[in-house]
Structure formats: structure tokens, C-alpha cells
């Protein structure tokens, strides 16, 4: 079964400042997805980025990308240019392409709170 | 453009009591998803419906019926409820099961005492 680890449970930026979040995650699929989603206090889950697995490039999102490393599968976000409206809770998550269980179901880590100072 | 629209935002119980969380997305989403958070452990799936006219169980679905009740809405109900559902529920829709992103509704905060 695929898992998803997020060893960081809080992490803490200064407004303007680079931050880095890491996440790692098992499988022995070649072909998959992985996002990174926020939540903030409302409760919204929020698609920050997504990466498929073949595609060598790592995504961007304006402030936001990601160190995609497939063979070490490793996939850390990184916030740029710091704003307190990025604090939340952030989720990285897995989910593989090929039909099986649980109807592809995400696979979530257990998040990491992101802490914004001003 | 609502998405995935979920009802109630908040719900108290009482051990015992039973509810229906609905769902809604108007995006012709076939398949749709029901999660729920817990402290330190992320989301974890309770039910899902591949399609419409299907009903699958997931990781932790004791407790739980579902309910697709055509393509648009995927309900999920507690027939009994317990303090352990104490819980966030959220429902999520993608395209299909093997396509990317998922789409998550607003979250429904219940609490079981």
C-alpha cells in the first residue's frame, strides 16, 4: 500500500522569506500523481500544485514549486516570498493512475502547519 | 461556479442520534469520495463511488452508509452515531478514477457527544 509521510508537523516563516516543506511517500507504481493541497482555518481543501510522475519538470505555481525527486520519491513544496496568507495546514498527497482500490483514492500525509510571522 | 457543495457546515449529535451528510458537484464529475480528518492522521477515506450506480467501501467505512443518488450527489449517512465519529467530513470529486485532481467540498465539522 502506498503511504505518504510529512515529517514536519509545524514549520515557521518570516513574511518576505523562503520556507521549504518536505514530503516522502512510498509506492512501487511508475505512474501516479502527487499535490500539495492547503488548508486554511475555514476548512477549505485548496490545490496548491500538482505533478505527474513522468513528467521530469518540476511544476510552478507562481510562488510555489516543487523539488520533485522520482527515484528517491521525495517531494517537498516551496513557498516563496512568504505571505501571511499562506498559513495554513499544508497536505501532500498521492494518487496512483492505474484503476485499483478504493477507486484511486488520495493517499494523505499528515500535514504540516505552516506558521506565517510578520 | 459552486464545485463541490457540501451540507451542514457544523452538526452537534447525540450518541445514537443518525444524520445525513449531502454532497453536490456540478462539475459531471463520475466519481466522488467521502473522507474524513482527524488530528495527525490526515484524510482518510470512508466510502467512494466509482460511478454512477456503484458504492464501494473504503479504509474506515463501520459506521457509515452511502448513498449516489444520481451523478451529481453522493450522500453519506450515520445510522448510529458515536463519539468516535466525532470528526471533519469532507466529500471530493474527480473526473473519473484514474483522472488527477480531486475537488473537495467545504467540510462538515461533527461533533458526537
Same mark, same amino acid.
Given at each position: 500500500? /502506498?503511504?505518504?509521510?510529512?515529517?514536519?508537523?509545524?514549520?515557521? =516563516?518570516?513574511?518576505?522569506?523562503?520556507?521549504?516543506?518536505?514530503?516522502?511517500? #512510498?509506492?512501487?507504481?511508475?505512474?501516479?500523481?502527487?499535490?500539495?493541497?492547503? /488548508?486554511?482555518?475555514?476548512? /477549505?481543501?485548496?490545490?496548491?500544485?500538482?505533478?505527474?510522475?513522468?513528467?521530469?519538470?518540476?511544476a510552478?505555481?507562481?510562488?510555489?514549486?516543487?523539488?520533485f525527486q522520482?527515484?528517491?520519491?521525495?517531494?517537498? %513544496?516551496?513557498?516563496? #516570498?512568504? /505571505?501571511?496568507g #499562506?498559513?495554513a495546514?499544508?497536505?501532500?498527497?498521492?494518487?496512483?493512475?492505474?484503476?485499483?482500490?478504493?477507486g484511486?483514492? %488520495? =493517499?494523505?500525509?499528515?500535514?504540516?502547519? %505552516?506558521?506565517?510571522?510578520? | 461556479? $459552486?464545485? &463541490?457543495?457540501?451540507? @451542514?457546515?457544523?452538526? &452537534?449529535?447525540?450518541?445514537?442520534?443518525?444524520?445525513?451528510?449531502?454532497?453536490?458537484?456540478?462539475?459531471?464529475?463520475?466519481?466522488?469520495?467521502?473522507?474524513?480528518? +482527524? @488530528?495527525?492522521?490526515?484524510?482518510?477515506?470512508i466510502?467512494?463511488?466509482?460511478?454512477?450506480?456503484?458504492? +464501494?467501501?473504503?479504509? &474506515?467505512?463501520?459506521?457509515?452508509?452511502?448513498?449516489?443518488?444520481?451523478?451529481?450527489?453522493?450522500?453519506?449517512?450515520?445510522?448510529? $452515531? $458515536? @463519539?468516535?465519529?466525532?470528526?471533519?467530513?469532507?466529500?471530493?470529486?474527480?473526473?473519473? @478514477?484514474g $483522472?488527477?485532481?480531486?475537488?473537495?467540498?467545504?467540510?462538515?465539522?461533527?461533533?458526537? &457527544?
Amino acid at each position: 500500500a /502506498q503511504t505518504v509521510t510529512q515529517s514536519q508537523p509545524e514549520m515557521s =516563516v518570516q513574511e518576505a522569506e523562503t520556507v521549504t516543506l518536505s514530503c516522502t511517500y #512510498d509506492t512501487s507504481e511508475s505512474d501516479y500523481y502527487l499535490f500539495w493541497y492547503k /488548508q486554511p482555518p475555514s476548512r /477549505q481543501m485548496i490545490l496548491v500544485i500538482r505533478q505527474e510522475a513522468y513528467k521530469q519538470q518540476n511544476a510552478t505555481e507562481n510562488r510555489f514549486s516543487v523539488n520533485f525527486q522520482k527515484a528517491a520519491k521525495s517531494f517537498s %513544496l516551496k513557498i516563496s #516570498d512568504s /505571505q501571511l496568507g #499562506d498559513a495554513a495546514m499544508y497536505f501532500c498527497a498521492y494518487r496512483s493512475l492505474k484503476y485499483m482500490e478504493y477507486g484511486n483514492k %488520495l =493517499v494523505f500525509g499528515a500535514g504540516t502547519i %505552516l506558521r506565517v510571522k510578520s | 461556479n $459552486a464545485g &463541490v457543495t457540501q451540507t @451542514p457546515k457544523f452538526q &452537534v449529535l447525540k450518541t445514537g442520534q443518525s444524520m445525513t451528510l449531502q454532497c453536490a458537484q456540478d462539475m459531471n464529475h463520475n466519481s466522488m469520495y467521502w473522507y474524513r480528518q +482527524d @488530528p495527525g492522521m490526515g484524510l482518510r477515506l470512508i466510502y467512494y463511488s466509482a460511478s454512477e450506480g456503484t458504492t +464501494d467501501k473504503g479504509e &474506515v467505512p463501520n459506521g457509515y452508509n452511502v448513498s449516489r443518488l444520481n451523478k451529481r450527489e453522493f450522500s453519506l449517512r450515520l445510522e448510529s $452515531a $458515536a @463519539p468516535s465519529q466525532t470528526s471533519v467530513y469532507f466529500c471530493a470529486s474527480t473526473l473519473g @478514477p484514474g $483522472a488527477g485532481t480531486a475537488f473537495f467540498g467545504q467540510g462538515t465539522r461533527l461533533t458526537v &457527544v
